[in-house]
């Protein structure tokens, strides 16, 4: 049972930081690309990472989580599972924007060469895209509105003893949280939007644009 637990902190330690690097960069890419706060754009020439981008989501999730321990009054199982609730539910919500923008882009921009394409053309893209964006709309909702589906059918939900705390508490976390990273996420794409004419920090990268390769 040791061996199992220390496997699993270890896989999620691995699997945390494998899904951050690649956001990091991505939103690096995304500020070179005048969709987010120029200043993440740099890449650190040496080491080849966003590391302004690494310090803001790190400074990022060091809030969350000690709001989240203060959120829980103590309780560490309930902090836990109240943070990594908050943590899937971006991610969700993220989604909800990358799966119609594949289709989109397949539509703006439909002579431009993919290394993927999903069989059926337009309507089996199309398809895919309904399909997982609902798929995801409801872990969104899941995640945020947690036990509504459950009272909506009849099944009995403990509210308080399945995350050990009260849903006005819960929710008052979780749609704060989602506020203020969709406020960062706008000022940044304002702000991004408004330089595109100006001359970016280069980005030392051999990857291809993101905006090239999805879709």
């Known amino acids: 049972m040791k061996l199992a637990v220390l496997a699993f902190i270890v896989g999620l330690g691995v699997t945390g930081a494998t899904w951050a690097l690649a956001a990091n960069r991505a939103l690096a890419v995304a500020a070179a690309d005048g969709g987010f706060f120029p200043y993440f754009a740099k890449f650190d020439e040496k080491r080849d990472s966003p590391v302004r981008v690494n310090v803001f989501t790190g400074v990022i999730a060091l809030v969350f989580m000690v709001a989240g321990v203060l959120f829980s009054r103590g309780d560490s199982a309930a902090t836990f599972a109240v ?14 924007f990358v799966f119609p923008a594949a289709l989109r882009l397949r539509f703006t921009h439909p002579a431009r060469g993919r290394s993927y394409s999903i069989p059926g053309g337009r309507v089996g893209i ?38 050990g705390v009260g849903r006005m508490r819960f929710e008052v976390f979780t749609l704060g949280t989602l506020a203020l990273l969709a406020l960062i996420a706008v000022a940044g794409y304002l702000r991004g939007r408004g330089s595109v004419s100006a001359a970016a920090e280069p980005v030392v990268t051999d990857e291809p644009r993101i905006t090239e390769t999805v879709g």
């Open 83 to 96: 943070v990594l609730t908050i943590t899937i539910s971006t991610s969700l919500v993220a989604y909800l």
């Open 126 to 163: 199309t398809v895919a895209v309904a399909v997982t964006t609902f798929w995801a709309a409801l872990g969104v909702w899941v995640a945020v509105f947690p036990g509504t589906l459950e009272n909506l059918v009849g099944i009995d939900y403990d509210f308080l003893e399945t995350w």
